[in-house]
């Protein structure tokens, strides 16, 4: 017969093996729309925008070895002593200072703010994404494409004049993220907007200053 502290062990076990293979899936879908060697993730400053529970920046720390890497998120009211490394905080105003990260990411926020949001808004959003992040840097977002959004609102929203209303702003929502990486890419650094299934990725290589 196996004794408690063999059963207690063979639970916490099952559990550290749940929590691994969940951090992996995470990891996995961030890697499907980034791409980032795992070299890179393992040693960059890094912040994750959006973090959520900081599923992702828990794997990069437990299997990447980077002790670096952060995680803020407008859904935590206050840091956990388990973890530090996660915040509070809103995209549109940051609680970093300039220039601090090689890599800030953000996955699944920014279609909301263009739904919920005034367009100022979506400017704001993106350039505290551009202010926090080293030059040199990159800063790289996934969102839902607006043909899927569309297709979503078409489907999901009864009320006609709420539907209207965003679709109305997701249009200017796109179109005011547009006009701003247009204004980006004047000012010399590199934008590079690729849209694969359901999904947008944007990536931008922040210019170095001399």
């Not at 969940?22 to 996995?28: G, N």
């Not at 940051?94 to 919920?116: A, K, M, Q």
């Not at 690729?194 to 990725?201: A, D, E, L, P």
Request: charged share 25%; proline share 3%; hydrophobic share 35%.
């Amino acid at each position: 017969m196996r004794s408690v502290e063999h059963l207690i062990e063979q639970h916490h076990l099952a559990q550290e093996s749940k929590t691994s293979l969940a951090l992996k899936i995470t990891f996995e879908q961030y890697q499907d729309d980034f791409s980032i060697s795992e070299k890179e993730l393992g040693e960059a400053v890094l912040l994750d925008v959006g973090a959520g529970a900081g599923e992702f920046v828990q794997y990069l720390k437990k299997t990447l070895g980077n002790d670096h890497a952060y995680g803020v998120d407008f859904n935590i009211s206050t840091p956990s002593p388990n973890h530090p490394y996660l915040t509070h905080g809103d995209i549109q105003a940051l609680p970093y200072g300039d220039n601090l990260f090689d890599i800030t990411l953000s996955r699944n926020v920014l279609h909301g703010i263009f739904l919920s949001s005034p367009a100022a808004s979506t400017e704001r959003a993106l350039s505290e994404l551009m202010r926090i992040t080293k030059n040199g840097g990159q800063v790289l977002y996934a969102i839902k494409s607006p043909e899927a959004i569309k297709k979503a609102i078409l489907k999901d929203i009864q009320g006609e004049e709420t539907r209207e209303e965003l679709l109305k702003r997701l249009r200017i929502g796109v179109e005011t993220e547009a006009l701003y990486l247009q204004h980006l890419q004047t000012l010399g650094n590199m934008i590079s907007v690729v849209f694969r299934g359901s999904r947008k990725i944007v990536k931008i290589h922040k210019r170095t200053v001399q």
